[in-house]
């Protein structure tokens, strides 16, 4: 049976991803999104776009009116570790009183499954790697903070109102849709690969490396980069799971590629040299952050189709090469 769900942030790299797979299965969809750093244009078609904030009850009251719906997805938010150790008590402020008056309508509405845009930057300081869910949780940065607040904000629904939760903790999110109808575009761009592909194309200047001194064999940072769809496949399946309880789960590879590799492995892709240069370190970037999927992987049967590295940074430079700016039209 079709189902109807909310996506906030819908209009967003991720959100737009699981939009056009909930659309893809049937599934009705409305997106509440400010357009604040998503594209009208990235929400895919045949989803429903109320523009406008989580913090306006106006905007929110339009949302539900769509309703009922079958589940809530919350992946509108402020997300730049950098930004947030510059301006902690807005993404701390923000994030938290936008997740929690999501929560409060969606437990007024009758909603009984949330799923939550959580983060790898729950993990500061990780002491086993890969890690897995039962890992303490000590944000690195306020906005890893910001997340870890609306995680136990989570438990609290459950408790109190019998809201089912889905906190999915995404480690690096790259690539794009393999069939080339939605990719990624920040304004600004602040990610890795975009940033590492626009310098391949001679589109920007150099890459700066945020620092080459981390206790790493070259120096330079580990991520687990993960592709969008099978983010969006995770989700569904957590849609699933949350008909009969609430999980948490760590969404990665198990592969970390440091900065210098995902250079190397964008050359070898786009056949193209990526100027670079090594600048000082990002406040706010832990050294290793690369994720334990076991959980997902043996209780979900989650399997990422597009595990290598080499066919995220593919998937992304097609996209890049098909709109070489984004989702604006050129002039
Ligand atoms: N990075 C970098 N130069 C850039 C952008 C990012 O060296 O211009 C590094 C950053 O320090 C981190 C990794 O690339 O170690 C991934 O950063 P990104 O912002 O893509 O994602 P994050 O890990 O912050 O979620």
């Known amino acids: ?92 402020a923000e994030n938290a009183k936008n997740g929690l008056a999501l929560i409060e309508a969606a437990v007024a509405h009758g909603v009984t499954r949330f799923v939550l845009s959580s983060t790898a930057a729950l993990f500061g300081a990780p002491t086993t790697i890969p890690i897995p869910e039962d890992e303490p949780i000590d944000p690195g940065s306020p906005y890893g903070e910001s997340k870890a607040w609306l995680e136990r904000a989570l438990i609290w629904a459950e408790r109190i109102h019998g809201l089912r939760s889905a906190c999915l903790r995404y480690f690096n999110a790259a690539g794009a849709d393999p069939g080339g109808r939605l990719g990624e575009d920040h304004r600004p761009e602040t990610h890795l690969i975009p940033l590492v592909l626009d310098a391949a194309a001679g589109r920007r200047p150099p890459l700066t490396v945020f620092g080459d001194d981390y206790p790493t064999p070259d120096g330079t940072c580990i991520r687990d980069y993960i592709h969008v769809a099978d983010l969006a496949e995770a989700h569904l399946l957590a849609l699933e799971a949350l008909t009969t309880r609430s999980v948490r789960y760590n969404l990665g590879n198990g592969t970390g590629y440091s900065v210098r590799e995902v250079i190397a492995t964008a050359e070898r892709v786009t056949g193209r040299r990526v100027p670079h240069t090594v600048g000082p370190r990002r406040a706010g970037d832990p050294p290793v952050l690369v994720a334990s999927s076991r959980r997902i992987r043996e209780e979900l049967g989650w399997a990422p189709r597009y595990p290598e590295l080499e066919t995220i940074i593919a998937h992304a430079w097609a996209w890049r090469q098909a709109h070489p700016d984004g989702y604006r039209q050129p002039r």
Do not use: C, K, N, Q
Request: hydrophobic share 50%.
């Open 1 to 92: 049976m079709p189902e109807t769900h909310l996506v906030t942030g819908g209009a967003g790299f991720v959100g737009s991803h699981l939009v056009l797979a909930l659309l893809a299965r049937g599934d009705r969809v409305v997106v509440l999104d400010d357009l604040s750093t998503g594209h009208a244009a990235a929400v895919p078609e045949g989803a429903v776009l109320i523009t406008g904030r989580i913090g306006d009850p106006d905007a929110l009251a339009r949302a539900f009116a769509h309703g009922p719906f079958a589940s809530v997805l919350h992946f509108a938010a402020l997300s730049l570790v950098g930004d947030s150790m510059r301006e902690p008590y807005r993404y701390l």
